[in-house]
């Protein structure tokens, strides 16, 4: 059976911001990255992280995980303002 993914974007009105998505049960992989490429995100896996203990996903770059990561939240944030993150999941 071929996975179809499912694309969410998710608006990042304010810098500096924690924003957070909960990636759906039955989730096995899934990536983030921003629209545009002259940001920086950064990715938390604990809710108040996203701005000292974080990944960071370089300009133009996509972050990927692969396992079976349903229920999970994933928490993020960038330093400029008025970004996008899209994030695909695969069931």
């Known amino acids: 059976?071929?996975?179809?993914?499912?694309?969410?974007?998710?608006?990042?009105?304010?810098?500096?911001t924690e924003y957070s998505y909960d990636l759906p049960a039955g989730t096995r992989a899934f990536s983030i990255k921003l629209e545009a490429i002259n940001a920086l995100l950064k990715i938390?896996?604990?809710?108040?992280?996203?701005g000292t203990n974080y990944t960071t996903v370089p300009y133009g770059e996509t972050f990927k995980a692969n396992a079976k990561v349903g229920g999970s939240t994933i928490y993020f944030?960038?330093?400029?303002?008025s970004q996008v993150a899209q994030?695909?999941?695969w069931k």
Do not use: D
């Not at 938390?44 to 996203?50: C, D, L, M, T, Y």
């Open 1 to 16: 059976m071929i996975a179809k993914p499912t694309i969410t974007n998710e608006a990042m009105t304010s810098l500096n």
């Open 77 to 81: 944030q960038s330093p400029k303002a």
């Open 44 to 50: 938390a896996f604990v809710e108040g992280e996203s």
């Open 87 to 89: 994030i695909t999941t």
